[in-house]
């Protein structure tokens, strides 16, 4: 197909020297963080952001993780990366086995309304969370859970259920019906056909949705910033105090290592398993 | 299989959360915007003064304002660049999957480790005006984000570094969607490689299109976390957006009427942009 190699070559150089200048920026940000959470402060000041350390020190990581102020206290971020994780993981369990179950009722079971219920479970995934803020902290202060990392678990899977509702109804609304059929006419029950034919073949969808949840509820912010207080802040609040409070001398170092530390997680899971994260991405925009 | 009461029962949770949670809280805070309520919610019925409030605040049209700067350059540009990294990407290049994870990976990341990251690249005194000051360009300047005029455009940065990747997935699997027989025939017909992108390809991908605008004119209503961790709304109220601006009047101004009322504006909002989308795709799926 290609004729004449030589202006051929001459444009792949160009689209791959293009592609990798593109990476290498994109990669830009990462890379300031990383090397200048190794710097002492001194080197960023007087120096280039783009260098590699002269003195390498891993004590902005020690300082952000144990020592730095959020807050009043000097506690580091340590106790907000555990409150995350708190927060996170009884919120994604909750989430996708409400979300399995729901998509299975509503891609099994026929009842009147139903598509009308799920219309409004798929708007809810797009609401602004400011037009439920106020409400929900009312909610919390009545259920005696403001301030805690419980009410944070209630808030997360709430506005959670939506998302993982329709990645469960979409995937199982293309499940082989037989299946389903045949398991039934051998005497299957409601949990029977879920637990036997359904669960065991969602494997992908499982881990797009714990992926997916994961990533969103690590990640999240307005509800931390508005429901917790110091003891169940969030790490990416935590992460905020400190960067956007401190009052004294900007210890950039500190803030690159204690947004690294927050970042880690999530880029694990990217790393990880990526695939699945752009397949959650996919099915959480190409909605419907 | 029509659904017994089993089905019935176990989804009526989510339906109960979903009733009271989504809708039933924007009920109320749409009552809310209708109260003279300030640091409490209070009941009485004040008509659509908190609307002729704010629609008279400064700060309000400020935000407004900076909305549609931003959601305007955010998502031209974020569309224009996804594009054309997928279009990059997709000249059967080698290495495509590091490639696309490299472009893709900010959006396993926190707005607030994003933020703080832009944060401190951009800031004249420790940045990239700093290091190319150190690198001997003297009299580089590079300092919008101090300045009122120019710091929303930083937000439009790091927002496009966060999102482009994504928008160049959704590009990606469009473009391998895109009927190849037609572009042969092209190909043969003697057509260029633009050419064939430009009048063939493109014209094609007007699903895409419509799906990213949607996503990222969401994405810009609801930005918050970024604006927050980047510049906290600052210099002044220069990059107050909306959300902002809620935040701000309901929680610490104490004034829970203008808050609500800015909320709802919001909703609708998002209502206006998704909710014809949501329809047309609906009415896709219905008819097959």
Not at chain 1, 223 to 229: I, N, Q, R
Request: contains cysteine.
């Amino acid at each position: 197909m290609d004729k004449n190699n030589k202006p051929l070559a001459a444009s792949r150089l160009a689209l791959y020297a293009v592609l990798v200048f593109l990476a290498l920026l994109f990669l830009m940000p990462v890379y300031v963080m990383a090397v200048n959470s190794l710097k002492p402060l001194d080197e960023i000041r007087n120096g280039n952001l783009l260098a590699l350390p002269q003195l390498w020190t891993s004590e902005p990581w020690t300082t952000a993780w144990s020592t730095a102020q959020i807050g009043v206290q000097p506690t580091g971020l340590k106790p907000y990366f555990i409150n995350s994780f708190l927060i996170v993981v009884p919120a994604v369990v909750l989430s996708a086995l409400i979300g399995a179950l729901n998509g299975y009722i509503l891609t099994q079971f026929k009842f009147r309304g139903s598509n009308a219920l799920f219309a409004a479970m798929l708007f809810s995934v797009f609401i602004p969370y400011q037009v439920v803020l106020i409400p929900m902290a009312k909610t919390l202060g009545f259920l005696g859970l403001a301030g805690t990392i419980s009410g944070l678990v209630f808030v997360n899977v709430v506005y959670g259920i939506g998302f993982t509702t329709l990645f469960f109804r979409n995937y199982y609304a293309a499940f082989p019906q037989e299946l389903v059929r045949s398991a039934r006419m051998d005497g299957a029950g409601f949990f029977g056909v879920l637990f036997r034919i359904l669960l065991p073949s969602s494997g992908p969808m499982i881990v797009v949705t714990v992926i997916w949840q994961f990533t969103n509820i690590w990640n999240e912010f307005l509800f931390g910033a508005s429901f917790s207080d110091y003891s169940s802040f969030p790490l990416t609040v935590a992460l905020n105090n400190l960067v956007n409070s401190s009052t004294g001398v900007k210890e950039y170092n500190v803030h690159f290592a204690g947004a690294f530390i927050a970042a880690i997680p999530t880029l694990v899971v990217y790393m990880v398993s990526g695939k699945y994260f752009v397949r959650g991405l996919m099915a959480g925009s190409v909605k419907g | 299989m029509r659904a017994g009461v089993l089905p019935k029962l176990l989804l009526s949770p989510s339906v109960l959360l979903l009733l009271v949670c989504v809708y039933g809280y924007i009920m109320f805070t749409v009552y809310l915007s209708f109260t003279s309520s300030t640091l409490m919610p209070v009941y009485d019925w004040a008509g659509p003064a908190s609307y002729h409030r704010l629609f008279g605040l400064e700060n309000w049209s400020v935000s407004l304002g900076n909305l549609v700067v931003f959601a305007g350059l955010y998502i031209g540009i974020a569309i224009v660049l996804g594009l054309g990294f997928a279009i990059l990407i997709d000249q059967r290049i080698r290495a495509e999957g590091l490639f696309r994870s490299v472009f893709l990976y900010p959006m396993a990341l926190s707005f607030i480790v994003t933020g703080t990251a832009w944060k401190w690249l951009l800031d004249p005194g420790v940045g990239l005006e700093n290091t190319l000051h150190h690198l001997g360009w003297e009299s580089f300047s590079f300092n919008w984000i101090k300045d009122s005029d120019m710091a929303i455009y930083c937000v439009v940065i790091a927002a496009v570094w966060q999102t482009t990747g994504f928008v160049m997935a959704l590009f990606l699997a469009g473009l391998r969607g895109v009927d190849a027989e037609v572009v042969n025939a092209a190909r043969v017909d003697g057509a260029r490689t633009w050419q064939i992108y430009l009048k063939v390809i493109i014209p094609q991908l007007g699903p895409v299109f419509l799906s990213a605008f949607v996503i990222l004119a969401h994405m810009a209503i609801k930005s918050y976390d970024l604006v927050i961790a980047l510049t906290n709304g600052g210099p002044g109220r220069s990059t107050w957006l909306p959300s902002v601006f809620m935040y701000q009047y309901t929680f610490t101004r104490n004034e829970m009427a203008v808050g609500a009322a800015s909320a709802v504006l919001m909703l609708l909002a998002i209502g206006v942009v998704v909710l014809p989308y949501l329809f047309s795709e609906y009415r896709k799926v219905k008819r097959g």
